[in-house]
């Protein structure tokens, strides 16, 4: 959240975010942007909002407060405890309570376009809430106009083996589903494919949130005559394996050399775009190093701080947010957006 918080000070010092058009996040990025438009009362802020307000209020509210304390105290209630295996939706309440996230996604600004992204456990497909509707392709479409924003941001966090999954009553939306190639409006109702929707962290899927933009496969966007940059805060793959044969820890490395193998994949496309066609966008990656160190926080620091929902102190968000902010002004300094 605060390296992408420095990636927008930048954007927004050079007063670049008046043309942000669409924004697609995972993890963090979606709590980031949801506690944004909270703070500037559900619209998208201008360049010079967010240097002035924004910025200085999510600051403090990060070093004051603590979400992962947040989603444990709802436990204080015993009609919570049913969410003791799914905490997601205690992550949900206590952004609903503690951090005033009241807001449905109806209430979200038309532009710049959001793609809130989830990954759905029953199909492993990417499963995303927007303002008009929610679902994935597999499953179809529901209109959610009144669902609340907090669910949604609250899917972000729910990485495997940390928060859960947010649990989804399928059967309360009435779902519609085309085929690939035809128009919206060919859609059909269908019934819900699953009583209960699991729903994970769209890190889990595509953990730089790129499909919504920009098409893997054909190596092209998916939008003519937009600039796309992704901020990448996503935690690099640790050296050395040190898990003797009993640990549980060895199944756990499996799975993150998995996951990285698929990110540096989607990685490798969007690199090859830029290389063919660098006017298209930048790729900011938390680990990359800055030309001038001595007037920056070292990458090491940044990627290898711990991803986790707790309150930071004043001295880590600058220099998480400084790195950000460096990294976007080393990779964008010759680019016009």
Known sequence: MVFHLGVMKHLAERGLLEDVARVSTVSGGSLLVGLLLQQNQMRWPTSEQFLARSLPALRESLCMRSLQWGAARQLLNPLNWRFLLSRSNLLARALQRE???????????????????????????????????????????????????????????????????LTLNARRFDWRR???????EAAKPVEAAFRRLHLYDGGVYDNMGLEPF????????????????????????????????????????????????????????????????????????????????????????????????????????????????????????????
């Open 99 to 165: 951090w005033q996230v009241q807001a449905a996604l109806a209430d979200l600004p038309v532009a710049p376009e959001w793609s809130i992204n989830g990954t759905t456990a029953e199909n492993g497909k990417r499963f995303r809430f927007k303002r008009q509707d929610i679902g994935d392709y597999t499953l179809g479409y529901a209109s959610a106009e009144r669902f609340p924003l907090a669910s949604a941001l609250a899917v972000s966090a729910a990485f495997p083996g940390g928060f859960g999954p």
């Open 214 to 337: 920009f098409d893997a496969g054909r190596q092209r966007p998916k939008h003519d005559g937009g600039f796309i940059i992704c901020s990448d805060a996503g935690a690099p793959l640790v050296n050395g394996f040190r898990h003797g044969p009993l640990s549980v820890f060895r199944l756990k490395r499996v799975a993150d050399i998995m996951s990285d193998q698929s990110r540096s994949l989607r990685v490798r496309a969007f690199a090859h775009y830029l290389q063919q066609t660098p006017s298209g966008g930048a790729y900011l990656y938390i680990n990359t190093p800055i030309s001038a160190p001595e007037k920056c926080p070292s990458a090491q620091f940044a990627a290898s701080f711990p991803t986790t929902l707790r309150r930071l102190d004043i001295e880590e968000f600058d220099r998480i947010a400084a790195h950000g902010q460096a990294v976007a002004k080393q990779a964008l300094v010759t680019t016009v957006c």
């Open 178 to 184: 085309r085929s690939w190639d035809d128009p919206p």
